[in-house]
Each structure stands twice: as C-alpha cells, then as structure tokens.
C-alpha cells in the first residue's frame, strides 16, 4: 500500500509564501506523475499542479506563476512552494499519485490565507 504523507501547512498572510511537502513510501519515479490538488469549503477538489515521470509539470490557471512543483528523488518528496498567496488560495491541499489506473491520495495538510 502506497502511503503520501503531506506536510508544511500552516496560516499565512496574503502575500505571502509557504512550501508544502509530501513524503512517498516508496520512489517517486515508480508512479506515471504525482501532484498536488486542493478543496476549498463548498467547492470540489481541483487540479493545482502536477509533475511527470519526465520532470513536465502542468498548473491549474490560477495557480500558474504563483506556484511551482518540484521533487527529490533521493528523499521520495514532492514540493509544492506557494507564493504570492490570496485568500482565495485557503483550502486544504492533497498530495496524490498515479501509477497505472490507480490513484493515491494523502491526507491532506490546511492552509489558511489570512488578508
């Protein structure tokens, strides 16, 4: 069983930066990508960015230049650094894998933008 544990969530200011991590069980590289999504009150979880086996990354439109995705293989981690946030931005952020068909999802981590 494929375990994701995120990390770093906290309470920020609007206009600041946070760095979020999630800790695989095992390599990074065994899975097809592995991003990070998030589910603000009331609304459904959505893409925020995603990073492939071949290190190509993808971000949701309100993420892009703001947000950066990034890994270590040598520590099975990815990174999710978060900067110029909003309060828009409040939610709580899941780490998730794929490998094949099947889908890993983390327990997710808070953060909180405060304006």
């Known amino acids: 069983q494929v375990h994701l544990v995120e990390s770093g969530g906290g309470l920020v200011l609007a206009g600041g930066s946070l760095t979020l991590s999630c800790a695989a069980s095992?390599?990074?590289?065994?899975?097809?990508?592995m991003g990070w999504y998030r589910q603000g009150t009331g609304n459904q979880r959505e893409l925020v960015a995603t990073i492939n086996i071949g290190g190509i990354t993808n971000y949701g439109e309100s993420v892009k230049g703001r947000f950066t995705i990034s890994r270590n293989g040598a520590s099975n981690t990815v990174f999710l650094r978060l900067s110029s946030l909003k309060s828009e931005d409040t939610a709580v952020y899941y780490c998730?894998?794929?490998?094949?068909?099947?889908?890993?999802w983390g327990q997710g981590t808070q953060v909180t933008v405060s304006s």
């Open positions: 998730k894998a794929r490998r094949a068909r099947s889908d890993f």
């Open positions: 095992e390599s990074i590289f065994d899975f097809n990508y």
